[in-house]
């Protein structure tokens, strides 16, 4: 295994809701990455008050956003966030092995 | 590598008690190995035996217990969390088992990886 | 018994807590008992509406096809911000049933004109 | 005037439940009638007898049963929250009964006020 | 009594963490009255990022603090937001009494 | 057993939901069993740190008197974020305890050098 790149973030609120997505990109550190899940989802949508600021947060850091918790959410087939990757659990799993520590914003 | 997870929502309240679940048993399909599932905080309802959710509804609990059973994961649920809750050996669902924060802590010594679901 | 206005005031995104089927099932009975029965949805809780959800993908209920048959239980008073939608980048083609779109100073005085407020 | 109170939250989980605790309190030392207590969503946890908190901490089981007892207080558990949750006529503290949701919206239409509490 | 003034309107919510007090502010409508409570109550500080913004709301619509919930979080000295009253519970029964509904929001 | 770097990460205010007082509980513990113990408050964390919190008024648990014996337990990591303090018009004097002042950008890089992280 490579040297881990870094911590591995993971949010599950709105960010219409709740601070905590906003919170957690300003503490991304270098090589952090950021997986949306559950509520934290609805951050990926496009035309949103929040959707410029994500992919902000796009450009310097890997984001992955949970495919069952988009689905779910009746947002599969929507155009999302530029430089989002969808991931299933099996990519959740690899991604915290990958990374040094996992570390849950909620 | 070896995994532990720790559990803050109970079933019904949040969805990361689902996520919680279905992260364990992406686990169990990989290559790696989960060591234990801790509960703690609203996290020991899910080791209730007395929920009973109506017809097509999922019951979470029982879900637990199967992993136990079948898979044989290692599912704690913090006595103290669980007397403040009342969740206790007397409503304890199959699979579960009753300790104390040591294991929790213990997960976290002898996992490489520890990842919370909470609220 | 007397029939009163109430108002379920709807703010929570549907799956991630449990909160917004159990509401729904509330303002089902409170128009069994033959009340009038408003519906909110502001804020996340216009995230309830949208189509093409997929509740089995996660094993939960499936309550969003209830709001198909609201009409069968009389309740037609479904109210939706528009400018909730707006801020999530949401319009009105993205919403499972016909609703009564309404800016926010209208839904501010539509939420005070009620006789029981119940939230979620 | 006639109170009746909705109570979302469960003890530990979020002091909500303690605000609506001190809210039938409030309007029992006043003029006012409390008609009915509620439980529903997580509140269904208030009524779980099984809760032992530890020395130094509060007791809200008790508590909501001692409103009851002394109080003639109506406390009304959700069967269908309930169940999901665990809580039934098995581990029910006394005080509670258990019926259904029209029991909140009977409330909503004789009480003249009705207060939510949750989180 | 006299005529019902408008709603009670509570919210218990961090205005730092959540979005439910910014939402309630925009939909207080005429003769609307709220109550801050639990972590509510934080709102009421002076020099914070939200203080102007309920300063501003204290100016159209009657505000009201719960005391006992600024006491418990150690803010029961501190100077609070311009136009604030502090109440107790037994102000709650009242202003819930004096009001036409309670809307909480949470 | 191994020692590790354990992180227990504090962004709830202390009474609203009831996970701050059992956050300590299990830092405690991870220090009895001898792991390098690191607090981080930010967020509404900090206010679990304000001077004359008074738990008895609500007849809660008086867990924040228990962040005056830390050092007891062998927990000198106490980092606060001067960032969030000052967004909540709150400073360092307003601490029940000495703690470290962070920045963000800091705080960020210390929380990314730990082995195991805890968060609630």
Known sequence: MNTPPGVLHTVNKSPFASASLESCLRHLSEGASLLLIEDGVYAALTGSAFSERLATAARQHALYVLGPDLEARGLAGRPLVDGLQIVDYQDFVRLAAEHATVHAWF | MKFAILVNTGPFSHQA????????????????????????????????????P???????????????SERGVDLVVCIAAGLRRGVREANLAPGFRISGLGQLVEAGILADRLITFGA | MASKRFLFVNRKAPFGSGQAGEMLDAALIAASFDQHVHLAFLDDGVFQLIKH????????????????????????????????????????????IPVTLVDRATLSRMMADIDVVISA
Do not use: C, M
Not at chain 2, 19 to 42: G, K, M, P, T, W
């Open chain 2, 54 to 68: 109506s017809n097509g509804e999922r019951n979470l609990v029982r879900a637990w217990s199967k992993l136990a």
């Open chain 3, 53 to 96: 959800q997929r509740p089995d993908t996660l094993e939960q209920r499936d309550f969003a096809s209830t709001f198909l048959d609201l009409a069968e239980y009389d309740i037609d008073h479904v109210w939706v911000e528009r400018d909730s939608l707006a801020e999530r980048g949401l319009t009105e083609t993205d919403l499972l």
């Open chain 2, 17 to 52: 008690t689902e996520s919680a679940l279905a992260f364990a048993q992406a686990v169990l399909a990989s290559e790696h190995e989960l060591i234990r599932v801790f509960f703690y905080f609203d996290g020991v309802h899910n080791a209730n035996r007395l929920a009973a």
